[in-house]
């Protein structure tokens, strides 16, 4: 079926028509045929609520499902909301759908493309848009239903008073969400997903001021969230958190979150992380557990004040980080606690802060039977303060039954505006279970430079710093500027009618000197090269 506005290029034209060009609703919104009522109820001769659309939802739902298509207008009306077992296909050409709430409720398919919906100004305490399966049991996994598709939606919750969710996905077999723009206000989150078996997000986008933009609970089987963009704008926890699963339920959980971009403007948060992924809460270990977690190719920004960390991690099984570069301000970059077995791997991080982290990397064992085996190699850490951190951190639960631990740190690389104080340290009940290699790591410290007073023209001044330097020079009237290396004497600048300097820089090496030859004086301020 069919629909489109109640005006056409030539005239009237039906609301809502099938392919056979049969009326369903009329040009001026009453319903004519029984098939767009719900199901056992009779409303031929009413009018259309929802400019149409939910009775051509209706009538695919009652002829055993097919296809509703949405022409290009802006269509107002009250909530929407479907319950089926057939296949429903919704498309469009990019509509404006104004409805305060719309759900889809199948045991069935239903894939959903190329639509907008836009919150009207009406009080709704439930998710905007709601895609769920059939069974109330989110812990029930065998009685998980329905697949939904949704490619290409535009969802804008800004205008309502949401205090729940924009998009929430809930007790399906499958969901794969791709190409989505949520925007929302300040009181809600952006996706929450629910009891799932199968969760695939790719090239989404995200403008809250939530604190949780993403959030995956109980999602049993495999969440996969990739080239997305998230914004977050205030809030106290994270601007990404993805619990993968809760494993009394099912023992396999696999986590990837691949060409991300999160930025959180929030200030004053404390205790959050930009990234959390929990594959087990539970305080006892499960056996048959498999679980791998990938984070790979994120860049982040936050200006939020002492995350907890950068990244967190709570479960066992696998977890390796490749490719995060990081501006932010953390406790920790990477905190792995409450960790059955596990084997992990850090690769080509980059972190630069404004802050003092209290611990780089730090890692909390659940119990003494928790090992714990990884690597950290090719990071950076660059800090605009003198950093007084702990590179690698654990705290051991007992005084007895230590679990092993053994965890290799190569190829690092750290400047800061001091040296770093500590390598590492193992804080609580220490013993020799913790073995740790340094190797190739560079500490270094950002020197400071006075910069001299400019001399009379003609005169040289030379750079006594044991490392080089930058001269830039501001004003005056400069003639030349001449650079003396090794005996040698080159003209690196010269204007015979003199010019004013506008932040030209020039390199001085240890041991050279700079030239200045002007009319006027200019400024100069010197940093290190």
């Not at 190797?439 to 430079?449: E, F, H, R």
Request: glycine share 8%.
């Amino acid at each position: 079926v069919v629909v489109q506005p109640p005006v056409g290029p030539k005239g009237p034209q039906p609301m809502v028509v099938n392919r056979y060009g049969d009326w369903i609703v009329d040009p001026y919104g009453t319903i004519q045929n029984p098939a767009a009522c719900p199901q056992g109820q009779g409303c031929v001769g009413q009018k259309t609520q929802t400019a149409g659309i939910q009775e051509a939802i209706n009538y695919i739902i009652n002829n055993g499902g097919g296809r509703v298509f949405i022409r290009s207008g802006t269509y107002n009306g009250s909530q929407i909301v479907a319950n089926t077992n057939v296949p429903l296909l919704i498309e469009g050409d990019q509509p404006i759908i104004n409805t305060p709430f719309f759900q889809i409720i199948t045991t069935s398919f239903a894939y959903l493309r190329n639509l907008s919906f836009i919150q009207s100004s009406t009080t709704n305490n439930t998710p905007f848009v709601w895609l769920k399966g059939s069974t109330s049991n989110p812990a029930d996994v065998d009685a998980y239903q329905g697949h939904v598709v949704a490619e290409q939606l535009y969802i804008d919750a800004q205008a309502g008073t949401l205090s729940n969710d924009i998009l929430w996905v809930a007790q399906l077999k499958t969901a794969i969400l791709r190409d989505i723009k949520l925007v929302g206000p300040n009181t809600a989150g952006s996706l929450q997903t629910y009891g799932i078996g199968i969760l695939k997000v790719e090239g989404m986008e995200a403008v809250s001021q939530s604190g949780v933009l993403i959030y995956t609970d109980n999602v049993v089987g495999e969440v996969d969230i990739s080239d997305s963009i998230i914004y977050a704008s205030s809030g106290n926890q994270a601007s990404l958190a993805v619990v993968a699963v809760l494993p009394t339920w099912y023992p396999v959980a696999h986590v990837r979150l691949k060409g991300l971009k999160l930025f959180d403007t929030a200030t004053g948060s404390t205790g959050g992380q930009i990234i959390r992924v929990l594959t087990n809460t539970s305080n006892t270990p499960q056996s048959g557990q498999d679980y791998s977690v990938v984070v790979e190719d994120v860049d982040i920004s936050s200006s939020s004040s002492f995350l907890d960390s950068v990244i967190a991690h709570q479960g066992g099984g696998t977890l390796s980080i490749k490719n995060v570069r990081a501006v932010a301000n953390p406790n920790a970059f990477l905190h792995v606690f409450n960790n059955y077995p596990m084997a992990f791997t850090a690769e080509a991080i980059s972190l630069y802060t404004d802050e003092n982290p209290t611990n780089l990397f730090r890692f909390e064992p659940l119990n003494n039977s928790s090992p714990l085996v990884g690597s950290i190699r090719s990071w950076k850490i660059y800090s605009s303060s003198s950093i007084n951190a702990y590179l690698f951190t654990t705290d051991m639960p007992s005084s007895t039954g230590y679990p092993y631990t053994r965890v290799v740190i190569d190829d690092y690389y750290i400047i800061d505006s001091n040296f770093l104080n500590a390598v590492v340290t193992q804080t609580g009940y220490v013993y020799n279970f913790v073995s740790l290699t340094n190797k190739n790591g560079y500490y270094v410290a950002i020197p400071s430079v006075s910069t001299p007073s400019v001399p009379s023209s003609g005169t040289a001044v030379a750079n006594n710093n044991p490392f080089p330097v930058l001269v830039y020079l501001y004003g005056g009237t400069v003639t030349e500027v001449q650079i003396t290396r090794n005996g040698t004497t080159y003209t690196v600048f010269s204007n015979s009618s003199g010019v004013s300097m506008s932040g030209q820089a020039f390199r001085l090496d240890p041991g050279d000197s700079i030239t200045l030859t002007y009319s006027s004086a200019p400024s100069w301020v010197w940093v290190p090269a």
